[in-house]
């Protein structure tokens, strides 16, 4: 038996408890989690260190959820939190049961290393990381006026009890690393980050574009390629994307809309499973299982083991991400798309690390055969959609204007906006170059770290704004 | 769950102190919340999720020479505080000397009796609770029948009790309430999809109206649909006190002191200087009166107050905490802020608006003229230049003619420049919009000009 935060028998008496009070499915959470937070700002670096312990409970019945947690394992909280859910189970009137629950513990491939892991490295070689990238980022352009690195690193283990007997114990280990250039030119200020997040132990800052080195150099490269950047052309224009981080826009576009509970309520893809949503090159891909990515995760924050779960099959809407109380609204399978924050949020469907699978044209092929429009390599700022409508934006990082299918000049402050629908019909390339970038962290009402990807692709026509001036 | 909130927060905060300064820390400073809240999530007049839940923790901020470590924990016995205590004197171990760190003085905040703390926030029955959700959504379908989908229906509430101790003799503690009721619905007319969203916070459990809030947003979505597309070109606009409060929210980072010492705000330099319309005044008023970020005193015990920031179009002063006031040679303005125990105190406003104006809605409409009243703005962070104050972004509103509404638009941006726009306010409204959980307040605007690019 390993060294559980909890002892299951305990968690599983609550379990019983919720499942007696109307439960259709219930589970125990137990989260500890312990942190660095780095932050080096105008040349001085300060520490801060997080522990923290708590645990959830949450149940279904008749397709509303209810949970509480505390601070804390100690048994009187989790008795007055159970018995907090069990009220409102009680009112709500379903019943109750009385199941036998056999435990089992499962199982998943791991989805990250963990070489060195984070809480067995010396503080030193952590300010070490904030100090080089510091330095490097400095010296890197003579009109950098202002560094700002953060450097975070997090563990979370977490058992996972359910109804139907599971066990679950994940031991994630994230690493983020963000560098916030400010370059002074002719008084004017200008800015340009680089970041990433990996699901890894401190061996990731080793890997070569990854290196505090890399991403000082990057994000300094960025905020000196807007010196001379123009505003945009604006309209509507055919958009081409380089591969990785530009996913952020299917994220956006779409990835939400595919969220179970929103379709539940009617997204602007509600009732169209098993029709033509998107152009037949486009396969739209949402996978737990991504190696190293903070997108991943071995279970969800509801013991189902993560998946790779496909959304869009040549052009066809086949799937939505569910968590279990939608799953049971619909009568499917969990996609183990439930996540939570912390234990303090209520799981919900979120999605993982969302991609489009590869094509079959060239890069090269797709840019030499772009007359006019404009070329993306990064999303900066990130973006926004109402799942009502499906309409969305999403800030311009790097970006050019293309001319007889070459790239020129370089775009400042641009946005593309749309609608998510449109968009996935209008896409008449797929390159096969597939990247996937631990893109940061997404909201909705809850944070939590996801990937996205794509390989180079085009949209026939987008809007594209920014052309002030 | 209708556990009282323990109030005696000192005792801990001493016993914390004490450790730290025996386990070598030149100064110490805790922060302790404790706090009890309801969340209610509501789908086609059920419960989607119900959340009740305790939460507390502490805070710590330690001195080693001047050199500042943090660190945070939610559990409050011995081997935890211990552990917490050596953790963060580690911290402060490894982080830069720096002259300017420093903890508040004790300094008694001002004797105003707040209003912020509203006991039936917590005593009211969590039935009473869920029929607030079940109205966000009901009196904004009973708005229009058109309104056929909601998004985001959710009721929200909480007390909390906060205190802030070190060892130069701060030590404070209050107790806060806050009701908020957020309403995210569509519009659907057989062609169209339109969505609505409207919001509301009070600290008073019995001002806050469900109804009001669902049927804003179902009015806001009904008006949109049927929307044309806009001829592009320079046109003057009206944005609503939403729309105004969503750049305000990129404005108050503008002002923070720590920004503009460390050259990360365009505002630097401009202190003295007239950046508005004459017009304009805004204010960070700490001891706003009901105000859902009012309390007596800051995240590290120094006491809030009102600061003049913008006045008649001059940038009068920024904000400090004592900190940054250090650092500037000047007094803190009280605005050291907090997201909760686990965050690092950071410059941040409180409750931050622009002065309201004289001028009503209609009388807006009909000074304008011909023009676009906008209602909706989409994902401004995402096409707002942080460094130039460059925006270019989705919008959505009414086109005017002849100072009337004539019909909705949608598919085109909006772009200009923050400043640009501030110094081409002609007229403001005169009712103040408070949104983002009352951090921040706006009337109406009516701008000479901005860029649209529609067809």
């Known amino acids: 038996m390993k060294n559980y935060p909890l002892d299951p028998e305990l968690g599983f008496a609550k379990i019983s408890k919720m499942m007696q009070a109307g439960a259709e499915w219930c589970e125990v959470l137990v989260e500890d989690t312990s942190s660095w937070y780095l932050i080096r700002d105008d040349k001085k670096t300060n520490v801060s260190n997080s522990s923290s312990i708590g645990v959830s409970v949450y149940a279904v019945a008749s397709g509303k959820s209810f949970h509480s947690c505390c601070d804390g394992v100690e048994s009187d909280s989790i008795n007055r939190i159970t018995d907090a859910v069990c009220a409102s189970l009680k009112r709500e009137g379903t019943g109750g049961s009385n199941p036998h629950i056999e435990p089992f513990e499962v199982t998943s491939e791991p989805v990250q290393d963990m070489l060195e892991p984070l809480d067995e490295v010396a503080l030193s070689r952590k300010l070490e990381v904030a100090q080089v990238a510091d330095e490097v980022a400095r010296g890197a352009h003579p009109k950098v006026s202002q560094i700002t690195v953060v450097y975070h690193d997090l563990i979370r283990k977490a058992l996972v009890l359910t109804s139907e007997g599971r066990i679950a114990w994940d031991n994630r280990s994230m690493l983020e690393l963000a560098i916030m250039a400010f370059l002074r030119v002719d008084g004017e200020l200008i800015a340009s980050t680089d970041a990433y997040g990996a699901f890894s132990g401190f061996e990731v800052l080793k890997e070569k574009e990854k290196t505090p080195e890399a991403i000082a150099k990057e994000a300094v490269r960025k905020a000196a390629l807007l010196i001379d950047a123009k505003p945009s052309p604006e309209g509507e224009m055919p958009v081409v994307f380089a591969p990785g981080n530009p996913g952020v826009l299917f994220h956006e576009a779409c990835g939400h809309s595919f969220e179970a509970d929103f379709i539940q309520k009617g997204s602007s893809f509600s009732g169209k499973m098993g029709k033509k949503v998107a152009s037949e090159l486009v396969t739209l891909v949402d996978s737990g299982r991504w190696f190293g990515s903070s997108g991943s995760f071995m279970f969800d924050d509801q013991g189902n083991p993560s998946q790779k779960t496909t959304l869009i099959e040549n052009g066809i809407l086949t799937n939505h991400l569910y968590d279990m109380r939608t799953a049971m609204i619909d009568g499917v399978k969990s996609t183990g798309n439930g996540r939570c924050e912390t234990f303090r949020h209520p799981p919900i469907p979120r999605m993982s690390n969302t991609y489009v699978e590869n094509g079959a044209d060239s890069p090269e092929s797709i840019l030499a055969d772009t007359k006019s429009g404009i070329y993306i390599k990064s999303i900066a700022r990130g973006g926004n959609v109402d799942v009502l409508s499906g309409d969305f934006v999403v800030g311009v990082g790097e970006g050019y204007v293309i001319e007889n299918g070459k790239p020129t000049y370089a775009l400042k402050n641009a946005t593309i906006s749309g609608n998510g629908q449109a968009v996935l019909l209008d896409i008449d390339a797929v390159a096969n170059n597939l990247e996937i970038r631990s893109s940061g962290r997404c909201g909705k009402g809850q944070s939590v770290p996801t990937g996205s990807g794509l390989p180079t692709l085009r949209v026939r026509k987008m809007i594209v704004g920014g052309g002030r001036k | ?455």
């Open chain 2, 1 to 455: 769950m209708n556990k009282p909130l323990e109030t005696n927060l000192s005792d801990i905060a001493q016993k914390v102190l004490d450790l730290a300064k025996r386990g070598g820390a030149d100064e110490a400073e805790v922060f302790i919340e404790r706090s009890s809240s309801t969340t209610v999530f509501v789908k086609d007049q059920a419960i989607e999720n119900l959340t009740a839940k305790d939460t507390s923790g502490l805070g710590l901020r330690v001195l080693s020479g001047s050199a500042l470590g943090f660190g945070s924990s939610n559990r409050f016995n011995q081997a935890s505080i211990e552990k917490l205590v050596m953790d963060t004197i580690a911290c402060a171990r490894g982080s830069s000397p720096d002259e300017f760190n420093c903890f508040a003085e004790s300094k008694a905040p001002a004797e105003i009796d707040l209003q912020i703390f509203d006991k039936n926030v917590q005593s009211a029955p969590l039935d009473d609770k869920i029929k607030r959700g079940l109205l966000l959504e009901s009196s904004a379908r009973a708005f229009d029948r058109r309104i056929k989908r909601t998004a985001y229906i959710v009721y929200g509430d909480g007390v909390s009790t906060t205190g802030v101790f070190n060892t130069r003799g701060v030590a404070y503690q209050f107790s806060a309430s806050s009701s908020q009721g957020v309403s995210w619905v569509a519009a659907l007319d057989g062609k169209d999809t339109e969505s609505g969203l409207a919001e509301d916070a009070s600290t008073n459990y019995s001002k806050l109206d469900c109804e009001a809030i669902g049927r804003e947003a179902a009015q806001k979505a009904v008006a949109l649909l049927g929307g044309e597309k806009v001829q592009s070109g320079k046109m003057p606009v009206i944005l609503d006190g939403r729309t105004v409060g969503e750049f305000l929210d990129f404005f108050s980072r503008l002002i923070s002191a720590d920004s503009v010492q460390k050259g990360k705000s365009m505002l630097a330099g401009k202190l003295g200087q007239k950046i508005a319309s004459s017009n304009i005044s805004i204010f960070d008023d700490g001891l706003l009166i009901g105000g859902l970020q009012s309390a007596p005193v800051d995240g590290i015990g120094y006491p809030q107050q009102k600061t003049v920031v913008i006045e008649n179009g001059e940038l009068k002063t920024f904000v400090y905490d004592c900190y940054s006031g250090k650092k500037g040679n000047m007094p803190s303005t009280g605005n050291a802020r907090r997201e909760s125990y686990r965050s690092r105190p950071i410059v941040g406003t409180t409750n931050f608006y622009i002065e309201r104006g004289e001028t009503g809605r209609e009388d807006l409409l009909a000074e304008m003229g011909k023009g676009i009243l906008i209602t909706s703005i989409r994902g401004l962070f995402a096409g707002l230049d942080v460094a130039t104050g460059d925006f270019s972004i989705p919008a959505q509103g009414m086109a005017i003619q002849s100072g009337k509404a004539d019909h909705p638009v949608k598919d085109f941006q909006i772009s200009g420049n923050l400043f640009k726009m501030l110094a081409d306010v002609l007229l403001v409204g005169d009712e103040l919009v408070w949104s983002n959980a009352g951090r921040y307040g706006a009337p109406d605007i009516l701008v000479k000009e901005l860029s649209i690019a529609g067809s």
